[in-house]
């Protein structure tokens, strides 16, 4: 591209810039598109197909649309307020072709052309879509939108970010000297409370955000951390820009393909071959008698493991996205036969698997962590998000919370389960998810030495959280030892340093690690309630009074005394 609609390689003068207009006009607060000025023939800036020409509506008058090649439909370029116009609907048009005449049809002050720029029915910035598809950077005096924003339009923008400017229009105080500081600290620039240009520039930015893809608003602002009301507005705008800086992608507060792929990234695939392809020297790695096997994957159950008993293996295996190798495993096994009434889910901690996928995969449940959901530098950490909890919840995937640090924490007894409980709660409450149990993890095959002090630190959880709360990820010795105790409600036992053995009172077994490429773990869940609602505490009893034994015998003759001395007695 090489004309703006001038007809010029030079971008026309600018009357009304895109974005947040001075309320005092007394139109619109917000211009979707751009006022250009000073000349006489409007020019197709690219080639494509009429898709509007005439009276629009009645406040953009007369109008000519562009839907131009290349796009499958999704940008249309407009010209409003036009006084005639040159072609028809429908007609093809070439790059620099004349289109209409300038004019003050509908809403318009002066005689203009309204320039704006439609994606995917979003109207966008058009000076910096034009320059993103290249246009000449040259303009001519007045071409800058950034550098004419009055100070009640600055205002507009801040306040439509969160901001307080103390008032719109009535003059440029402390407040919005603050304001603007904030903003400029919220996306990186030098706060020095000055809306210049480099300023503007970004406000401009954000003012143009768009969702360019088929992911619902309310999705994005979940994953963003912004309120999921589903509108886009400049504060989502504004999440996405920090949220596309702090995860390495260019900060246009526009989510498309790239930011979506981030944000939602898919399950690892699982590659189906061509049966012709599929393995045959599998094998039965379990106790299982092959014919149940066999019977479970649709082959002849004569008890061989043989090349056809491991393609069908594998071919059943892909169905069930697990890694199709034909060796019939802990991963197959406790999928192909799960015990009777329990229900199928995952643990994750750094993974941010597709909510949808998982879903799709018959996961009812997910263990994840209490913990930050991201570092300071914005990359992605263990914690869950509020974002993520209500995705996972909204796709009827229950949620059961567990903390650790180092999972050798509770090894610090009584005065570190105070600790952990009450940072644990701190993550909890934060997440609006008061009284839940949480899972404490001891993430190491513990000897017996170790024993006492973790029954004492969950003595301090106990203290803080209430015992009707406290759980306890471990292996089965740990675990054995706690319930035995009376020191937890609940269990969350891995088959990892359990020798094979299964404590009956655990609620979640978790049965298989490093599932689907490394990122989760399988659990399951062995009752229906296993800390995924809240549950009541009893609050602890009052202390009973002291008491002294006394001697009735001396206590008669103290009494004696006091008559006799009193006068009442011998």
């Keep these: 591209m090489t004309r703006w609609p001038n007809g010029s390689s030079t971008q026309p003068r600018v009357s009304s810039p895109y974005g947040p207009r001075d309320p005092r006009v007394g139109i ?66 070439s790059e620099g072709q004349a289109l209409a005449v300038p004019g003050r049809t509908g809403n318009a002050s002066g005689v203009c052309d309204h320039f704006e720029i439609r994606v995917n029915g979003t109207a966008v910035d058009p000076i910096a879509w034009m320059r993103a598809h290249g246009a000449g950077a040259g303009s001519a005096a007045g071409a800058s939108g950034a550098s004419s924003w009055s100070d009640a339009q600055k205002q507009t923008f801040l306040v439509s970010i969160g901001l307080d400017t103390g008032g719109i229009g009535n003059g440029w105080g402390p407040k919005s000297i603050a304001a603007t500081k904030t903003f400029q600290q919220l996306v990186g620039l030098t706060d020095d409370g000055v809306f210049g240009p480099n300023t503007t520039g970004v406000a401009l930015v954000i003012s143009a955000g768009a969702n360019l893809t088929a992911r619902p608003v309310a999705d994005i602002q979940r994953v963003i951390g912004a309120a999921a009301d589903g509108i886009w507005g400049n504060k989502t705008s504004l999440a996405v820009f920090r949220w596309q800086k702090a995860n390495a992608l260019t900060a246009d507060s526009k989510w498309g393909p790239l930011s979506d792929a981030k944000a939602f990234p898919p399950a690892p695939p699982v590659v189906v071959p061509p049966s012709t392809q599929w393995p045959t020297n599998g094998r039965n790695a379990t106790s299982r008698p092959t014919a149940e096997i066999q019977r479970l994957v649709g082959v002849k159950d004569d008890g061989e493991y043989g090349p056809a008993t491991s393609q069908a293996v594998a071919a059943w295996q892909s169905a069930h996205w697990l890694e199709a190798d034909g060796i019939w495993g802990q991963a197959s096994d406790g999928t192909g036969f ?81 600790r952990v409980a009450t940072a644990a709660e701190g993550f909890l409450t934060a ?83 490093g599932q689907w490429g490394g990122s989760v773990d399988f659990t399951r869940a062995m009752v229906a309630e296993y800390g995924q609602h809240p549950v009541t505490v009893t609050p602890p009893p009052d202390p009973e009074p002291d008491t002294v034994p006394v001697d009735r015998s001396w206590l008669q003759s103290v009494f004696d005394k006091l008559k006799q001395l009193l006068g009442g007695g011998k």
Excluded: M
């Design 28 to 93: 619109s607060n917000f211009h979707h598109g751009v006022d250009f000025t000073g000349y006489s023939t409007i020019c197709a800036v690219l080639p494509g197909r009429v898709s509007w020409a005439g009276r629009y509506n009645d406040a953009a008058g007369n109008a000519v649309c562009i839907r131009p090649d290349g796009f499958n439909d999704t940008v249309e370029i407009l010209d409003f307020h036009v006084a005639s116009w040159k072609v028809s609907k429908g007609q093809r048009v």
């Design 431 to 513: 997440l609006g998810k008061q009284g839940h149990p949480i899972y404490f993890n001891v993430d190491y095959d513990a000897p017996a030495a170790d024993l006492p002090k973790i029954l004492e630190s969950l003595d301090g959880i106990a203290s803080v959280i209430g015992v009707e709360r406290v759980g306890l990820y471990a292996g089965y010795g740990p675990l054995k030892a706690a319930f035995d105790a009376g020191k937890i409600r609940w269990g969350f036992q891995t088959y990892a340093w359990s020798g094979g053995k299964w404590d009956a009172r655990a609620q979640l077994q978790q049965w298989s690690n």
């Design 338 to 418: 799960p015990p009777a009434g329990s229900i199928h889910g995952i643990d994750y901690s750094f993974a941010r698997p597709d909510v949808a996928t998982l879903a799709q995969r018959g996961v009812k449940l997910a263990g994840r962590y209490l913990w930050s959901p991201t570092y300071a530098d914005g990359r992605t950490n263990k914690g869950i998000s509020k974002g993520e909890l209500a995705a996972l919840n909204g796709a009827s995937i229950d949620v059961f919370f567990i903390y650790e640090e180092d999972g050798k924490e509770l090894l610090g007894g009584r005065d570190a389960g105070v």
